[in-house]
C-alpha cells in the first residue's frame, strides 16, 4: 500500500517517477483501513534529499504509511526552500501541545556531531521530543548523530571524537539473526557511514536495558535497541541514495577540507569513476522490517500505547 503525502511536496514527482507507491490525501480518505502514522524528525541540511531518500524506503512497503514532517521550532533552517517548512512541516512542540501519537518516529541525523549535546540551538525542543516518543510512540528509529543524541538523552552515553571522519561503505556483521529488524539479512551487509563521532560501545554494552545487534571494529556499534524494539539506534545512514557520499566528498574537496576518499564506494577507490551501490537491498529490507514489526505490535488504538 502507498504512503500518503501532499501532491505539492517536491518529493511526489521524484517518487511517483521511481514507481514508489504515493497516494494523495484526498485519495486516502476513502480507505477503510487505519495507515501507520509515522512522524520525521527531518535535522539533516539536505532537506529534500532527506525526504526523498527515507520516503522511498518507507514507500517500498505494501502498508499505507501516514507521514508528518515535524522539524525543530526553535530553529530557524537555512537549507530548506523558502517556504518548504512552513507549507509541510509542523513543529515538534506543536505535536507535544497537542499529543499526537505515532505508530513509529524518525529522528534523522544532523550536522552538528562536533558540538556538545547542550550546546545545539535545539537541544532542549529534541530533548523533550524524545522524552515524548517514549510513551506516545511505538518505536522510534534513530540514525547517526539522531541515534548519539538519544542514546545521551536517555542513558547518559557519551560521544567520542574519531581520529579522522568515517566515511565509506563498511560491512557489518549481524549479531541476532532471529530478530525482527533482521529478517531476511545475510550475516554481513554493507551500510554507509558518514560521521565525526562515535557513541562510546563500552557503554552502551554496559548498560544492561540496551542490546547490541550490529557492530564491527572499525565502524563500532551499528545498530542497538532498547525495549523491544521501541527504541533503535542506526549509527549509519542506510537510507542514504547512490550519490549522497559523492556529494559530501564533492563538498568537503571543494571547501579545501582534508578528507578521505570514501572506502569501498567507488569503482576501484577512484572519485572520477561511478559510485557501486551495495547497500540499497538490506535497506529496503531494514525499513520494511521496521514497519511490518511497527504494524504488528502497535495497538489499534493509539490512546493504549503505554
Same mark, same amino acid.
Given at each position: #500500500?502507498?504512503?500518503? @503525502?501532499?501532491?505539492?511536496?517536491?518529493?511526489?514527482?521524484? =517518487?511517483?517517477? $521511481?514507481?514508489?507507491?504515493? #497516494?494523495?490525501?484526498?485519495?486516502?480518505e476513502h480507505q477503510d483501513?487505519?495507515?501507520?502514522?509515522?512522524?520525521?524528525? +527531518?535535522? #539533516?541540511?539536505?532537506?529534500?534529499?532527506?525526504?526523498?531518500?527515507?520516503?522511498?524506503?518507507?514507500?517500498?512497503?505494501?502498508?499505507?504509511?501516514? @507521514?508528518?514532517?515535524?522539524? #525543530?521550532?526553535?530553529?530557524?533552517?537555512?537549507?530548506?526552500? *523558502?517556504?518548504?517548512?512552513?507549507?509541510?512541516?509542523?513543529?515538534?512542540? $506543536?505535536?507535544?501541545?497537542?499529543?499526537?501519537?505515532?505508530?513509529?518516529?524518525?529522528i534523522t541525523g544532523a550536522? !552538528?556531531?562536533?558540538?556538545?549535546?547542550?550546546?545545539?540551538? %535545539? /537541544?532542549?525542543?529534541? &530533548?523533550?521530543?524524545?522524552?515524548?516518543?517514549?510513551?506516545?510512540?511505538?518505536?522510534?528509529?534513530?540514525?547517526? /548523530?539522531?541515534?548519539?543524541?538519544?542514546? %545521551?538523552?536517555?542513558?547518559?552515553?557519551?560521544?567520542?571524537?574519531? $581520529?579522522?571522519?568515517?566515511?565509506? !561503505?563498511?560491512?557489518?556483521?549481524?549479531? &541476532?539473526?532471529?530478530? =525482527? =529488524?533482521?529478517?531476511?539479512?545475510?550475516?554481513?551487509?554493507? &551500510?554507509?557511514?558518514?560521521?565525526?563521532?562515535?557513541?562510546?560501545?563500552?557503554?552502551?554494552?554496559?548498560?544492561?536495558?540496551?542490546?547490541?545487534?550490529?557492530?564491527?571494529?572499525?565502524?563500532? !556499534?551499528?545498530?542497538?535497541? &532498547?525495549?523491544?524494539?521501541? $527504541?533503535?539506534?542506526?549509527?549509519?545512514?542506510?537510507?542514504?541514495?547512490?550519490?549522497?557520499?559523492?556529494?559530501?566528498?564533492?563538498?568537503?574537496?571543494?571547501?579545501?577540507?582534508?578528507?578521505?576518499?570514501?572506502? +569501498? %564506494?567507488? =569503482?576501484?577507490?577512484?572519485?572520477?569513476?561511478?559510485?557501486?551501490?551495495? /547497500?540499497?537491498?538490506?535497506?529496503?529490507?531494514?525499513?520494511d522490517n521496521w514497519l511490518?514489526? !511497527?504494524?504488528?505490535?502497535? *495497538?489499534?488504538?493509539?490512546?493504549?500505547? @503505554?
Amino acid at each position: #500500500m502507498p504512503i500518503k @503525502i501532499p501532491k505539492a511536496l517536491p518529493a511526489y514527482n521524484a =517518487l511517483s517517477a $521511481e514507481q514508489v507507491f504515493v #497516494m494523495t490525501e484526498d485519495r486516502a480518505e476513502h480507505q477503510d483501513i487505519r495507515p501507520l502514522k509515522v512522524g520525521i524528525v +527531518n535535522l #539533516m541540511p539536505t532537506t529534500i534529499d532527506t525526504e526523498i531518500q527515507l520516503l522511498r524506503l518507507l514507500g517500498n512497503s505494501p502498508l499505507q504509511v501516514d @507521514i508528518t514532517f515535524l522539524n #525543530m521550532g526553535s530553529h530557524s533552517s537555512k537549507n530548506a526552500p *523558502p517556504g518548504h517548512l512552513e507549507k509541510f512541516y509542523i513543529s515538534t512542540e $506543536e505535536i507535544v501541545c497537542l499529543k499526537v501519537r505515532f505508530d513509529g518516529l524518525i529522528i534523522t541525523g544532523a550536522p !552538528v556531531e562536533t558540538l556538545p549535546f547542550e550546546d545545539v540551538d %535545539y /537541544w532542549d525542543e529534541l &530533548a523533550r521530543i524524545i522524552d515524548y516518543s517514549e510513551k506516545n510512540v511505538y518505536s522510534t528509529l534513530h540514525i547517526c /548523530w539522531g541515534a548519539q543524541a538519544g542514546l %545521551y538523552r536517555r542513558y547518559k552515553i557519551p560521544k567520542t571524537q574519531l $581520529e579522522k571522519k568515517l566515511f565509506g !561503505v563498511f560491512p557489518h556483521a549481524v549479531l &541476532a539473526q532471529h530478530r =525482527l =529488524l533482521f529478517r531476511g539479512f545475510d550475516d554481513e551487509f554493507l &551500510a554507509p557511514q558518514s560521521r565525526h563521532t562515535t557513541s562510546d560501545r563500552d557503554a552502551i554494552a554496559s548498560e544492561s536495558r540496551l542490546l547490541i545487534h550490529s557492530e564491527t571494529a572499525e565502524t563500532g !556499534v551499528f545498530i542497538a535497541t &532498547a525495549r523491544e524494539g521501541r $527504541e533503535i539506534y542506526v549509527s549509519g545512514h542506510l537510507e542514504y541514495d547512490p550519490f549522497t557520499i559523492d556529494r559530501e566528498y564533492k563538498r568537503d574537496i571543494s571547501k579545501g577540507l582534508r578528507i578521505d576518499i570514501p572506502k +569501498n %564506494y567507488y =569503482l576501484d577507490d577512484d572519485p572520477s569513476k561511478a559510485p557501486i551501490v551495495r /547497500w540499497r537491498a538490506h535497506a529496503n529490507l531494514f525499513f520494511d522490517n521496521w514497519l511490518n514489526y !511497527v504494524y504488528q505490535e502497535t *495497538p489499534y488504538n493509539l490512546d493504549d500505547l @503505554i
